[in-house]
């Protein structure tokens, strides 16, 4: 592997990979001085685990799984978001129990955040220097964090409406 990064935190390894069949499972040893670990999918260890049990697995990779992107994204910026904690640009919408902003957050609590605010901050976004917003999911689930979604064809009400996230996903020029 090569490190191709680091910062005050990390250093960011990379190394590029083609699998000789349709299956690859993989780890990693680790050593520095006289130390060596090997962290898999279940955990680190001192003794090299034995395969195939707990490695990191792609159990079957067929063609249309590779996934090549697109040409924009090598250069783009990405800002993640989580809706309900960015910015509440609807109040009507909030869920029962919306905390105040700013307060504490809880596990299971909702800030009322949602597409709007979102909308709202897109310039702002621009002057970040950020070119591409990727959204944690936005349909209809209980959750704040909506990952339990229950139906992927409806945006999740108290984010708003699917004509609300195609404002936030428009593309923007300066
Ligand atoms: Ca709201």
Known sequence: ???????????????????????FSYGFKMESGGDRVWMIESGIFGEEPYPPGGYYE???????????PPE???????????????????????????????????REGHFGGDLQGIVDRLDYLTELGVTAVYLTPVFEAPSNHKYDTIDYRKVDPHFGDAKTLKKAGRRRTR
Request: include cysteine; charge should be negative.
């Open 72 to 106: 924009w994204t090598k250069s783009a910026v990405f800002y993640q978001i989580m809706p309900d904690r960015f910015a509440n640009g609807d109040p009507s919408n909030d869920p029962e129990g919306t905390l105040p902003w700013g307060g504490t957050p809880t």
């Open 58 to 68: 792609m159990p079957f990779i067929h063609e249309i799984d590779i996934f090549t």
């Open 1 to 23: 592997m090569e490190k191709i990064a680091s910062d005050g935190l990390f250093d960011y390894w990379e190394c590029e990979v083609k699998p000789e069949r349709k299956r």
